[in-house]
C-alpha cells in the first residue's frame, strides 16, 4: 500500500479495547449486578445471545428514569465518548451508546472468547478515577460515586490466560512501525470507538518514531463512523496528495465548512 485512510479506528488495539469492555462489565456488575447466566465480568458465558438475554434487561433498567445516573456513571468510568467531551442530550447518545457498548461487552466478546479458546479480558494495571467535576454531576443525579470506584478498584484482580491474550494481541495489537502515509479520521463524538483511541495510536507511532506518516482529523459529528459524503470526499483527496505528493496534509487541508474540527486534541486513553 503506498498509504492508508483510517476512518474511526479502534487505534489502542485489540487487547486494550477488549479490557475496555471489560471495564464496562465490571461497572455494570458494581452498580446493577450481573445476572448470572450472563456469566461473570471476566469470563461471560460462551453462547450469551444479546438480543434474547441482555437486552431485555438493559431496556427494563432504562425505562426507569432514576437509573440515569447510574449509567452516567458507567458512561464516566468508562471513558465514553471521552473526559472532557460532553455528549448531546438524551435521546441523542444515551442510551443508545449503552446497547451499543453492551453488545460488545457481552455477546460480541463471548464470540471472541470462542475464538481465543478462553477469557480475553483483564485489569490488573487499572486505576478507576473521575475528576472532580465527574463526581460533582454526578452527585447532582443522586449518585455517590465514592464507593462505587472503591468497590470497582477492589476487583482488580481479573485475569486472562496467556495463550488468549497473545491471540489478541495478533490480531491486532499495533506497532507504529509505519512508513507509508497514514491519514486518520474520527468523529469527536464516537459512542462505539472513543476518540481517545485516537491520542492511543499517535503515541504508539511516536513511540516508534514514525510520527512523519501519520496526520489525524477529526469532525464535529455525533455517532460512530457518521461522516458526510464531502468529508469523505476531502479525506480521501487529502491521503491521495499526500501519497502522490509526499507533502503532508495540514490544518487547513480540512475546512471548518464541512465540519472538521482542524485543531481538536483528542483526550487520553482511559487506562493503560
Given amino acids: 500500500f ?29 452498580v446493577f449486578g450481573m445476572p448470572p447466566s450472563w456469566g461473570t465480568v471476566g469470563d461471560v458465558r460462551d453462547d450469551l445471545d444479546f438480543d434474547t438475554e441482555v437486552a431485555p434487561v ?22 465514553t465518548p471521552g473526559r472532557g467531551i460532553t455528549p448531546p442530550p438524551p435521546p441523542m447518545f444515551f442510551p443508545n451508546w449503552l446497547f451499543t457498548d453492551m453488545f460488545f461487552a457481552t455477546e460480541a466478546r463471548a464470540e471472541l472468547e470462542r475464538r481465543a479458546g478462553g477469557p480475553i479480558v483483564q485489569n490488573l494495571n487499572r486505576t478507576y478515577s473521575l475528576t472532580p467535576d465527574e463526581r460533582a454531576y454526578l452527585a447532582l443525579l ?61 503515541e ?40 502522490r505528493t509526499g507533502t503532508p496534509p495540514t490544518p487547513d487541508s480540512f475546512p471548518t465548512s464541512q465540519g472538521f474540527v482542524p485543531n481538536f486534541v483528542p483526550p487520553p486513553f482511559p487506562q493503560p
Fill in 204 to 243: 504508539t507511532v511516536t513511540a516508534a518514531g514514525r510520527q512523519n506518516f501519520l496526520f489525524q482529523t477529526y469532525t464535529n459529528a455525533n455517532g460512530h463512523c457518521n461522516f458526510t459524503g464531502p468529508q469523505l470526499l476531502t479525506a480521501v483527496a487529502v491521503i491521495d496528495n499526500w501519497v
Fill in 58 to 79: 438493559l431496556f427494563a433498567q432504562v425505562n426507569n428514569p432514576l437509573n440515569f445516573g447510574r449509567f452516567e456513571f458507567l458512561r464516566l468510568v468508562g471513558g
Fill in 142 to 202: 443522586g449518585i455517590n460515586a465514592d464507593p462505587l470506584l472503591a468497590a470497582m478498584n477492589a476487583r482488580r484482580n481479573i485475569s486472562a490466560p496467556p495463550s488468549a491474550r497473545d491471540y489478541l494481541a495478533r490480531n491486532a495489537d499495533y506497532t507504529g512501525n509505519i512508513n507509508q502515509p497514514v491519514l486518520t479520521l474520527h468523529t469527536i463524538i464516537d459512542e462505539l470507538v472513543p476518540v481517545s483511541h485516537e491520542s492511543a495510536y499517535r
Fill in 2 to 30: 503506498d498509504g492508508a485512510m483510517a476512518a474511526c479506528a479502534v487505534g489502542a488495539g485489540t487487547s486494550r479495547s477488549w479490557d475496555m469492555a471489560g471495564d464496562l462489565a465490571l461497572g455494570y456488575d458494581v
